[in-house]
C-alpha cells in the first residue's frame, strides 16, 4: 500500500508538471513569431502530445494501477489511450528528424519543398497512424477471452458470497429487500461477464506488446530515425564544414543536437518498460517486481516531461523565450521581456 501510495503521488506530481511545462511551450510558440520555423511548429505539436500524456495518460495509469473491478472496453480504452499519444510521439519525432534532414541536404530548395500545407498534412496522418495502431486493439485484437477467464473466477467468488449471506440469519428478509440476489448465479447472462480486473497486462496479449507495439511499432522508427541522424552528422561534418560558401549552414548542427538528444532520452525513458514486457513474454515463469514495473511506469512518463526541458536547454533563443513566458505570465514578473534577442529560431 505503501508502494502504490508513493506511486500515485509521484504519478500525480508528474502530471502537473507534464501539463504546466508543455503549456508553456505551446504558449512560447504562440506569442513569439519569430520562433515559428518549421521544426519549433513541429516541436509544438510534440508537446500537445505531452499535454494528453499529462492530462489523460497518466491519469489513466493510475487507474489502471489500482486493477479495479471494470468493464473490459472501459478498460481496454484506458490502456489504448497510452498508446496512442507514444506512437504519436514516435512519428512526430521521425518527422523533425526528416525535415531537419531535408533542410541540410537541400538547402536551396528547402522551402519549395516544405511547405505549411504539407507539414500539416504528415502531422495529421502521423496522428491518424496513430490513432490506427493505438486502437487497434478495440477492433479484436486484444485479451477479451482472458479477461473473461478471469471473471469467472470474480463471479465464483460473488456466488460464494451470496450463497453465505443465505445462511445467515434473516436471509429471506434480506432476499425481499435486495431481490437482485435470488439471480446472483446469472451473472453471465447480464453485461457482467466482460467484468474483470482492469490492468495493462490484463487487456493486451503480450505478443501485441512486444511483437506489434515494440518491434515493429517502436522499434522500426527509432532504428530509422538513427539512421537519419548518422547521415545528417556525415553531411554536415563532411560537406557544410569542408565548403566556407555553406558557413552558414552550420548552426544547424546544434539544431541536429538538440534533435538528437530527444530521441536519446525517448529511448531511455522508453526502452526500460518494453524490455519488461519481452521478459514476461519469453520468460512467462519469471519472477516480477511491481516496484520495477512501477518505476518503469513513471520513467516513460517522465519523457514527456524531459522533452520540453531538453530542448529549451539545448536551443538557446527557445530557452530565453521560454523562461521570458514564465516569469511574465507565471511567475507575474513585469521587467520580464516576452520576446527574445535575435531571429536564431527562425530554422
Known sequence: MELYLGFVILEGLLALAVVGTN???CATICLHRELRSVTNCLVACLALADLGVGAL??????????ELTLCFHTCLFLACFPLVTTQFSILLLLLI????HLKIRLPSSYAMHVRKGRVLGA?????LLSLLIGLSPMMGW?????YVAGNRTLAAERAAVVLIARDQPYGGFLSKVYPGTRGAPHYNQLHDDHLGHCSFTSVFAPEYL??????ACTLLPLGALLGIYADLFRL????????PLWAAKRGELPMARALLLLFGSFCVCWIPLHVIYCVRLLCPGCWSYAALDRLAVLLSHLNSLANPLVYAMRKKDFGRALRAVCLRYVLRCPRAKVHPQGLSGRR
Open 23 to 25: 503549456l508553456l511551450v
Open 57 to 66: 495518460a497518466i491519469p489513466f495509469s493510475m487507474v489502471l494501477s489500482l
Open 97 to 100: 528528424a526528416l525535415n531537419a
Open 123 to 127: 502531422v495529421g496522418l502521423c496522428w
Open 142 to 146: 486484444n485479451s477479451l477471452g482472458h
Open 210 to 215: 512486444v511483437y506489434f507495439i515494440f518491434f
Open 236 to 243: 554536415v561534418r563532411g560537406h557544410f564544414l569542408a565548403q
